[in-house]
């Protein structure tokens, strides 16, 4: 796969994603770390921030501006569909949980309860001062 294939399905997450160009800050700052003179003094590290959910990506992995601006796009892309996902799934957890707790009991299970009932109420009976014995 080319380098324009890839940025052209890059393009298309983000609009599926609905992200636009508008709602990012794209910062380029020097890079540091391993790699020579040509590293400190290129600007070829990428931050990224959307302003929309306040999510931030900082990339420095390759000594090229444009890769760089990719790969961060695409992490930028991995946690808003992770972030999105996520709320589905606490939403689907909570319609299951509600859904299990207005389901009427078996009669077993209805009998089991009643029977941890009645225990209960027999050891707070024997637990009672006794009458008469004042």
Do not use: W
Not at 32 to 44: H, R, V
Request: aromatic residues 2%.
């Amino acid at each position: 796969m080319t380098a324009k294939e890839r940025k052209l399905l890059l393009m298309k997450r983000m609009e599926a994603l609905h992200i636009h160009e508008d709602d990012l800050i794209e910062k380029f700052i020097l890079g540091s770390g391993s790699g020579g003179q040509k590293i400190n003094k290129t600007s070829s590290c990428v931050y990224i921030k959307y302003m929309t959910t306040g999510i931030q990506v900082k990339c420095q992995r390759m000594r090229s501006r444009e890769a760089n601006r990719y790969i961060a796009l695409s992490e930028l892309c991995d946690k808003i569909e992770e972030k999105s996902t996520a709320v589905e799934q606490k939403k689907i957890h909570l319609l299951e949980k509600l859904r299990r707790q207005k389901r009427r009991r078996t009669p077993g299970q209805k009998e089991k309860m009643l029977e941890g009932k009645r225990q209960r109420a027999q050891t707070k009976t024997l637990r009672s001062k006794i009458k008469g014995d004042d």
